[in-house]
């Protein structure tokens, strides 16, 4: 019995298919070296905080606020160690590969979180400024201003990340609007004119927590239109 052993015939189809493909392929871009992201992320901020505490103004106290009482230096100087570190962490989150500097970033930006507190805790117990003042109005308007410069490198975060392929969105946009707003509260804190310990933590050292509460959201949907996240 005679095996029918010829050839499968090639019309040109298979190659025709293949080059339909490749047609229909995106270009792939590389993605920037992380430090040159993160450094243009700070840079957009130190923009945005350069021209809000031109509109707002600064206080005349300014050194005298942060550098004459200690536990002020150590309140922001922990945001801003917690502010740079998380958005480090969070432009790393947009990489896949990078779990080692994500790790790294996150407990720079929990030390931050730990010297802030600790701020907070020399000022009450050193009773270096008086608890009350103001209201609930001045509250809001300090964190206003925390969010609004806060998110505009939580949006470069989201654009880059967009770029890239997002491995775990929701924590990358948790860590985004904490570290933004973290940032942003230091404009906050240039230009406001209140000295007593209750707004300084409702309305300055809280500004992470808000920025969670009320950035995550618009910034993992907005990442969700713009990106490979499903």
Known sequence: MNEDR????????????????????????????????VGGLLGLWALVAAVGVAVLGSRPDLAQAWLGRGGVAFV???LGLAGVAGLAASVALGVPGRER????????????????????SLLFLESAMPWNGGGFRADLDCLAVALVVGIFP?????????RAAAFRPVVLVVAAAASAAA?????????????????LLMGHALAPAVGVLVLSVPLLVALRRIGRVG
Not at 101 to 120: D, P, S, T, W, Y
Not at 154 to 162: R, S
Not at 183 to 199: D, E, F, K, W, Y
């Open 6 to 37: 010829s050839e499968p015939v090639d019309d040109g189809r298979s190659e025709d298919l293949i080059r339909e493909l490749a047609r229909e392929l995106e270009p792939v871009q590389p993605l920037p070296p992380l430090r040159f992201v």
């Open 101 to 120: 500097l994500v790790r790294l970033a996150l407990l720079a930006a929990g030390v931050g979180m730990v010297l802030a507190a600790g701020g907070g």
């Open 76 to 78: 922001f100087g922990g």
């Open 183 to 199: 940032l942003g509260t230091i404009v906050a804190q240039a230009s406001c004119p209140m000295v007593n310990l209750r707004h």
């Open 154 to 162: 939580g949006l470069g975060v989201v654009a880059f990340a967009g």
